[in-house]
């Protein structure tokens, strides 16, 4: 079977050719390893272009490695982390949270993935409660999981709530290039009030390597030690921070953003031409979900790869990349035509 290229995730992708001649670059001759080298070096410095001079920024190998250890660095085994139920953390991190971080998931379910303050102040009644595991850690996901990005607005307001109560907020920025290209803002002013961030880019062009950046150095203070005992800390750390080195140069994570966020909409615009099939969440970043009749699904991925989000009502989620182009989409939305009527 000739399998056409996918729409299934943005890990699928390839890696950007600049971020490619990075790691070829980063590959000639010796540097001192675990992250003491000149690359790693000037990826520090971008970070802090990116988020503020007081950002403290460190690699890891992958998105549940950033997500478990920042959690990890905030938390100890009586706390509770609030997250929604779509939250990746929740969902698709086989539990890694829990056994790592030793804490319990709070998931409260949303019908866009957005957590409001109104949906976390019923789990901080039992405050100071010995028998009750006490709330440390409010965690949202920028984009979440549907798709969906919050307004700065939005983002501020739970962080202050949070704040307000002692809580810590911690964004899960695998897609937060995107969210920041929809909103037209900078990736800091994307994550305002985060105390936390894991910024993702692997799915944005990279081959692999996510970060942990700090807006607060007190609790950065022990990261080092976490990281190495979470098994992510990078012995050829020059890898990692020369694909971020090129993916800030001259806006490339912006470009490679933007470019699948457009792909998305041009997807759900000619979705929306056909009387069988419903996009079900507002496009605001790379993902479109629809609603497409379950007899006809199978068909469909005969020729191109996707995920089904709900198997009860045959919601598809449906990822565009910085390598998708029109021609994809198009032919996408040609075989799904075919296969409906």
């Not at 010796?30 to 460190?58: I, L, M, N, W």
């Not at 929604?84 to 698709?92: C, G, L, P, Q, S």
């Not at 984009?143 to 607005?153: F, L, R, S």
């Not at 069988?276 to 007899?295: D, G, H, K, W, Y």
Request: net charge negative.
């Amino acid at each position: 079977m000739n399998m056409k290229r996918g729409f299934a995730s943005d890990n699928n992708a390839g890696v950007h050719p600049r971020v490619m001649d990075a790691v070829r670059s980063a590959s000639r001759g010796h540097v001192v390893a675990y992250g003491d080298d000149p690359f790693t070096e000037t990826a520090a410095v971008k970070f802090r272009e990116q988020f503020g001079a007081s950002a403290e920024v460190f690699f890891v190998f992958g998105g549940t490695g950033a997500n478990v250890l920042a959690l990890a660095a905030l938390t100890r085994p009586h706390h509770a982390v609030v997250c929604a139920a779509t939250a990746h953390v929740n969902v698709d991190e086989c539990g890694a949270p829990e056994k790592f971080a030793g804490c319990k998931l709070l998931a409260l379910p949303t019908p866009d993935g957005k957590l409001r303050p109104e949906q976390v102040a019923p789990l901080l009644a039992r405050a100071g409660d010995q028998h009750h595991v006490q709330p440390r850690v409010v965690s949202v996901s920028q984009t979440t999981e549907m798709g969906t990005v919050y307004t700065a607005d939005e983002l501020k307001r739970l962080a202050e709530f949070a704040h307000a109560r002692g809580l810590l907020l911690h964004v899960d920025g695998a897609r937060l290039a995107n969210a920041a290209a929809h909103l037209g803002l900078s990736l800091r002013e994307t994550a305002a009030g985060a105390d936390v961030l894991s910024f993702g880019g692997t799915k944005n062009g990279m081959m692999y390597g996510e970060a942990v950046v700090f807006f607060d150095g007190r609790h950065a203070r022990d990261f080092k030690f976490v990281r190495k005992q979470g098994a992510q800390l990078p012995s050829k750390m020059r890898f990692i921070a020369a694909q971020f080195n090129a993916l800030f140069s001259e806006d490339l994570w912006l470009q490679n953003a933007a470019h699948a966020n457009r792909m998305a909409h041009l997807l759900a615009a000619e979705l929306e031409q056909i009387p069988q099939v419903r996009v079900t969440q507002p496009v605001e970043s790379n993902a479109v979900f629809a609603l497409i009749p379950r007899e006809h699904v199978a068909a469909v991925q005969q020729q191109f790869f996707f995920y089904v989000w709900d198997e009860e009502t045959s919601e598809v989620r449906l990822m565009c990349s910085f390598d998708t182009t029109e021609e994809d989409v198009r032919d996408l939305v040609r075989v799904i035509r075919e296969v409906v009527s």
